[in-house]
């Protein structure tokens, strides 16, 4: 386990690494020492069991939407029932940390930029995620609000761990809800680091949710959610009014 120091926390999560993995593939953009944002990229439908409970087609390419900084929330920290919907559903998933800037052209370079890994909560107002949905409007009110991405504490990840066959559960007061293994992804983890990079430059720090498989359900205040893998040990959260 590794939990870096860092002058700057959210609610408890550590943030970006303080050091990043190669010094000369870091860009500019901050200052010597500085801890740099960080980005939650989050990855939809990315297991066929879970696209299927949901009436979606299986996506051609990664569905991808982002957090901010401000939904990181450590384990073990309350979770604030958000007051603007009603249907809050656990989506467990992989979480991927980025450790150096650049980005990835093919999946063969993928490795080089993963730091670390854990297990995390991709928290989503369904009902209001479902309204959304239909006016064919952004998910941000549905997925992005305070605290909806708990994460757990990181593990240092080097290629001798599979990332494609890590296998996870998700609880909630004590019932098993979702049991997954990451060999089911649509999209693994080095295409989804090559999709990004399409689009945005890595940045160390930068965290990614890597899709969330079938078994997605509603929370309710008082209940009790563990996340656990062998490759990563157990993490607790409890829905708080
Ligand atoms: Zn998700």
């Known amino acids: 386990m590794s939990l870096r120091p860092s002058p700057f926390s959210v609610r408890g999560y550590p943030h970006a690494p303080a050091r990043p993995k190669s010094d000369a593939a870091v860009g500019s953009l901050s200052a010597p020492g500085s801890s740099p944002a960080v980005r939650v990229f989050c990855i939809g439908r990315n297991y066929a069991g879970h696209a299927r409970e949901l009436a979606n087609p299986p996506p051609r390419s990664p569905v991808v939407f982002i957090k901010p900084a401000s939904a990181l929330l450590a384990a073990g920290e309350p979770i604030p029932f958000p007051r603007h919907g009603r249907e809050l559903h656990h989506e467990a998933e992989l979480?991927?940390?980025?450790?150096?800037?650049?980005?990835?052209?093919?999946?063969?370079?993928?490795?080089?930029?993963?730091?670390?890994?854990?297990?995390?909560?991709?928290?989503?107002?369904?009902?209001?995620?479902?309204?959304?949905?239909?006016?064919?409007?952004?998910?941000?009110?549905?997925?992005?609000?305070?605290?909806?991405?708990?994460?757990?504490?990181?593990?240092?990840?080097?290629?001798?761990?599979?990332?494609?066959?890590?296998?996870?559960?998700?609880?909630?007061?004590?019932?098993?809800?979702?049991?997954?293994?990451?060999?089911?992804?649509?999209?693994?983890?080095?295409?989804?680091?090559?999709?990004?990079?399409?689009?945005?430059?890595?940045?160390?720090?930068?965290?990614?949710?890597?899709?969330?498989?079938?078994?997605v359900g509603p929370l309710r205040v008082g209940d009790s959610i563990e996340l656990a893998s062998a490759a990563t040990g157990r993490f607790d959260w409890k829905v708080a009014a």
């Open 95 to 215: 979480v991927v940390r980025i450790g150096r800037a650049g980005r990835v052209h093919g999946p063969d370079q993928a490795a080089a930029f993963i730091d670390a890994f854990t297990l995390g909560l991709d928290l989503t107002l369904r009902d209001v995620q479902q309204r959304l949905k239909q006016q064919g409007l952004p998910w941000e009110l549905a997925k992005a609000f305070d605290a909806s991405a708990p994460v757990g504490a990181f593990t240092d990840w080097d290629a001798s761990l599979d990332l494609q066959n890590i296998e996870f559960q998700c609880r909630v007061n004590g019932e098993l809800r979702q049991s997954g293994n990451t060999a089911d992804m649509l999209f693994p983890v080095a295409r989804l680091l090559v999709e990004l990079s399409r689009v945005w430059t890595l940045q160390p720090g930068d965290l990614l949710y890597t899709g969330t498989p079938a078994g």
